[in-house]
């Protein structure tokens, strides 16, 4: 049996094991969350190392990528610093490959995608796949990286101004420690919602389910969400916030969607080429085991 483990520095209460067969193949996805454990989290790679077919990081990008330029998290990095044998991945490649067709993906199921007037996106820094499909589909796109990440009350409107945005700052943020950067969830930190405004005001949500769970209001009535590492918990927020429609970027599996980097592992350990796979590789994977978004109706 094939073996991904996920090391994240997210929640341990998120922690779930699955085993299933995809593709024909007969494999075991585990997540193990640290809790914003870095020491824990180095610990928990480095004596994985050479047991699992494919190890992922979790809660934290190693690289993140905007157009051609790719910006190292050095922080990140020493996490994974004492893998030597087993493959690593962080999932900002599928990230990109997949989010950006999530719309292509979802179509049959889902049918003809209407023109939003208005798409919030909570935090697009590594989500440069997502924001360009949803700009294609939208009249306006805006980013909540700046208020919602670094406390600064500015929205970033158009997907122009946002990687400008990112191209001045991610050689900035690739020096910070992780404890700047985490996103919210590490530590099962209490809703607080902010900036409602902007939040009720768009048609459709798109982006990390940390971020929804812990900065959205309360009234999202009739929302399009489109996210993913959803749990069961998750799911049933949303319904009592009255969202319509939630569309997870990847499949199910038994009530939990995975993030990402769990899905990079899944594609890496199914080609059984011991090495993380290219963007066309992912792509093609997505083709060949037929890997589709989950669309809940609520």
């Avoid at 494919?54 to 922080?75: C, F, N, S």
């Avoid at 400008?164 to 700052?169: E, G």
């Avoid at 420690?177 to 902010?194: F, M, R």
């Avoid at 290219?278 to 109706?297: A, F, G, H």
Wanted: glycine fraction near 8%; hydrophobic fraction near 40%; charged fraction near 25%.
């Amino acid at each position: 049996m094939l073996k991904v483990v996920s090391v994240s520095l997210g929640s341990p209460i998120r922690n779930k094991k699955v085993e299933t067969v995809i593709h024909g193949k007969e494999i075991c996805i585990e997540r193990i969350g640290t809790g914003g454990d870095e020491v824990m989290a180095r610990k928990l790679f480095r004596e994985l190392d050479g047991k699992v077919d494919v190890l992922t990081v979790g809660g934290m990008d190693i690289y993140v990528r905007v157009d051609q330029k790719e910006y190292p998290i050095r922080a990140a990095k020493k996490l994974v610093q004492d893998v030597h044998q087993t493959p690593v991945v962080d999932g900002h490649d599928l990230k990109y490959v997949l989010e950006r067709r999530v719309l292509e993906l979802a179509g049959p199921e889902f049918g003809p995608f209407p023109r939003f007037k208005k798409v919030f996106i909570p935090t697009g820094i590594d989500r440069i796949g997502l924001a360009e499909a949803m700009t294609g589909q939208s009249d306006e796109v805006i980013f909540g990286d700046l208020m919602l990440t670094l406390g600064i009350p500015i929205s970033i409107r158009g997907l122009k101004n946002f990687k400008r945005f990112a191209h001045f700052l991610m050689p900035f943020i690739g020096f910070l420690p992780l404890s700047a950067i985490n996103p919210p969830g590490s530590k099962d930190e209490a809703c607080k919602p902010k900036h409602a405004a902007i939040w009720e005001s768009a048609d459709c949500i798109a982006g990390d389910m940390l971020y929804i769970r812990k900065y959205s209001p309360a009234d999202l009535q009739d929302k399009l969400i489109i996210t993913n590492t959803t749990t069961e918990e998750n799911i049933a927020l949303l319904k009592a916030k009255g969202v319509k429609t939630v569309i997870t970027m990847s499949p199910r599996y038994d009530g939990r969607s995975f993030g990402t980097n769990v899905m990079e592992g899944v594609l890496t350990a199914l080609a059984e080429k011991k090495r993380p796979l290219s963007r066309t590789e992912l792509n093609d994977m997505i083709d060949e085991i037929q890997l589709k978004p989950t669309i809940l109706y609520l």
